[in-house]
């Protein structure tokens, strides 16, 4: 028999917990749109480590099902009113993040647009020395084994 007090103390961190699983599906929210799986994977990992805290280190390896219920409240009541609160922050973060990181790679990409067309350029002159050094092999004629014109 849990005493009262023990047993509100896990509602209460059961629904704090949820909160910051809602509040962390807002902040993936927006990596979703191009990162789905990712995103989708990160939050599971979340919610399984969220849920894990709460199982053994709140209440002692043995929830009781109105603590995962109260857990999945905390998560709508985060995701909801207060993730769309933060929805604008989140979106400026994530948007700092591409930024940064592309500036980061805008390097690399002027350097292999030049190693592109340096490639292309390559690929062309070697096709043309194989197509040279062939019809030198063949004796200089399409047909392939003609004699040179030679007057004796």
Avoid at 4 to 19: E, V
Avoid at 84 to 98: A, E, T
Wanted: proline share 5%.
């Amino acid at each position: 028999m849990i005493s009262p007090a023990a047993g509100a103390w896990r509602l209460i961190c059961a629904f704090l917990l949820g909160i910051i699983l809602g509040i962390g599906n807002e902040f993936l929210r927006p990596l979703r749109k191009k990162h789905l799986i990712t995103a989708d994977l990160l939050l599971c990992l979340t919610m399984l480590v969220l849920w894990i805290e709460l199982a053994c280190g709140v209440c002692g390896a043995d929830p009781r099902a109105w603590d995962t219920g109260v857990f999945f409240l905390g998560a709508a009541v985060g995701a909801f009113p207060l993730g769309k609160l933060l929805r604008p922050v989140f979106r400026w973060f994530w948007g700092s993040i591409r930024r940064i990181i592309s500036l980061v790679l805008y390097p690399f990409r002027k350097f292999s647009k030049i190693l592109r067309k340096f490639s292309k350029f390559l690929y062309a002159t070697g096709k043309k020395w194989g197509t040279i050094s062939r019809k030198d092999r063949q004796g200089g004629t399409k047909s392939g084994g003609g004699v040179p014109n030679v007057q004796s």
